[in-house]
C-alpha cells in the first residue's frame, strides 16, 4: 500500500521558523547596534525632501521600517497557513462526504439488486399462476363445451 504524505505543513513550518529566525536576528542586530552605537543611532537628520525638509532619526525610521515589514510577512505567512488550513479541512470534509455517498449508492445498488431478483422470482411464480388460471380456463370452457355439446346431443336424441 502506497501512502501520501503531505509535504506542505513541513514546508509552512520551515518558512515560519525562518521568518521567526530573520525577524529574531534583525531586531538583535539593530538593538546591539543601537545599544553599542547610542550616539550615531540618535543622532537627527534634517532630509530636504525636495518640497520641505525634513527632521527626523533616520537609523529609528528605518529599524521601524524594518521591523513593520517583517511582522507584516509574518502575518501574511500566518494568515496563509490558515487559509490552506481551512481549505484543507474543507477538502477532507467533502471527502468523507463523498465517501459517505459512495457508501449509499453501493447500498442503494445492492437493495435495488435484491429487489429486482425478488421481482424476478415473483414474476416467475405469477407466470406459473398465469399459466395455471389459463389451464384451468382451458379446461373449464373445455367442460361447458362438452356439457353443451352433451345438452344438444340428448336434445336431438330427444
Known sequence: MITHFNTEPMK????????NFILALY???????????????????????????????????FFILGLVTLLTIKY??????????KTEKDSRHRIAIME????????KEVLFKMQTSEMGKNSSHLNALHEKLDNLSNRLELEKED????????????
Open 147 to 158: 356439457e353443451e355439446h352433451r345438452k344438444d346431443i340428448e336434445k336431438e336424441d330427444s
Open 27 to 61: 531586531t538583535a542586530v539593530w538593538i546591539y547596534y543601537a545599544a553599542f552605537n547610542w550616539e550615531v543611532f540618535s543622532i537627527k537628520l534634517n532630509t530636504n525632501a525636495g518640497f520641505s525638509v525634513i527632521g527626523g532619526y533616520p537609523f529609528v525610521f
Open 100 to 107: 459517505k455517498d459512495i457508501e449509499l449508492l453501493k447500498m
Open 76 to 85: 501574511l505567512i500566518h494568515l496563509n497557513k490558515v487559509h490552506e488550513d
Open 12 to 19: 509552512r513550518t520551515v518558512l515560519t521558523n525562518v521568518t
